[in-house]
């Protein structure tokens, strides 16, 4: 092989080159902050519940949002939305249960789960959204059914 072809076949070929390999795709990105779903309409808050509030009236940050709804009672409804990860509403499930109050579990609402038993409220994660449900004067298996339709 002359020198000139060697160059050539070098600038050509390499003998120990593989492909190289394409990219792997990128995991997909958390949702990002302010895509938190939207209230519920009073309409189904009612319908779930029994009552017969108004609103939403919608307070709150990009990360949690804050629906309520007065007019049933002395005490509005509410409907909290926000971002959590398992390890934080576990640590919110503990530090509930640390402080006396009953809670219980639903099966198969959600992720995650817990009840305050009696007192008309659920908490749910779902993915990395938490929903919480807060009814005074409502049963259980209505907050449940609420919480439902809200995962």
Do not use: W
């Not at 160059?7 to 593989?18: I, L, P």
């Not at 449900?133 to 919480?147: F, K, P, Y």
Request: a positive charge; one cysteine or more.
């Amino acid at each position: 092989m002359s020198v000139a072809s060697a160059g050539q076949h070098k600038a050509t070929t390499h003998h120990n080159s593989k492909p190289k390999p394409k990219p792997k795709p990128k995991p997909k990105a958390p949702a990002a902050s302010g895509s938190l779903p939207s209230c519920p309409s009073a309409s189904v808050v009612n319908a779930a519940l029994g009552q017969s509030d108004t609103g939403p009236v919608v307070s709150g940050t990009s990360t949690y949002k804050i629906c309520t709804y007065p007019g049933s009672g002395p005490v509005p409804t509410k409907v909290s939305i926000s971002e959590n990860t398992p390890a934080g509403f576990k640590a919110g499930e503990q530090s509930v249960s640390n402080s006396g109050i009953t809670v219980t579990t639903v099966p198969g609402l959600g992720d995650q789960n817990y009840l305050l038993s009696g007192a008309g409220e659920v908490f749910v994660l779902k993915g990395d959204t938490e929903v919480e449900v807060m009814a005074v004067g409502t049963t259980d298996a209505q907050v449940e059914a609420l919480a439902r339709q809200l995962i």
